[in-house]
C-alpha cells in the first residue's frame, strides 16, 4: 500500500529556517512528481511547490525565492527547504504524490506536519 511519511515540521522565529522531509513507499517514486501544499487554519489548502519526475521545479508566488523543492530518488524523499520563514506561511504542510505530473489530480497524500512561525 502507499504511504507518504511527512516530517520536519515544527515551531521557528519569523526569518528563520525549516526543512520538510516526505519519504513515500509502496509506490515506483522516480515516475512520480510530488508536490507540497498547505492548509492554513480558516483558508482553502494551496499549492506550494512541485517537482516532476524529470526534476523540474515549480514554485507558488508567494513562496518563490525563498523555498527549494528537491528529490532524492535513491531515497524515495523529497524535499522542502524553507528559508526567510514568515507567519503567513505556518499551516499545516502536506506532501502529495501524482503519477501523471505536477499538474491535475493528485492521488497520494502525507498525514501532514506543523509548521508554526512566530513573529
Known amino acids: 500500500q502507499v504511504q507518504l511519511v511527512d516530517s520536519g515540521g515544527g515551531l521557528v522565529q519569523a526569518g528563520g529556517s525549516l526543512r520538510l522531509s516526505c519519504t513515500a513507499s509502496?509506490?515506483?517514486?522516480?515516475?512520480?512528481?510530488m508536490g507540497w501544499f498547505r492548509r492554513a487554519p480558516g483558508k482553502e489548502r494551496e499549492f506550494v511547490s512541485a517537482i516532476s519526475r524529470r526534476y523540474d521545479t515549480y514554485y507558488a508566488d508567494s513562496v518563490k525565492g525563498r523555498f527549494t523543492i528537491s528529490r532524492d530518488n535513491a531515497k524515495n524523499t523529497v524535499y522542502l527547504q524553507m528559508s526567510s520563514l514568515k507567519p503567513e506561511d505556518a499551516a499545516v504542510y502536506y506532501c502529495a504524490a501524482n503519477a501523471k505530473g505536477v499538474t491535475g489530480d493528485y492521488g497520494y497524500w502525507g498525514q501532514g506536519t506543523q509548521v508554526t512561525v512566530s513573529s
Open positions: 509502496g509506490l515506483t517514486f522516480n515516475v512520480y512528481a
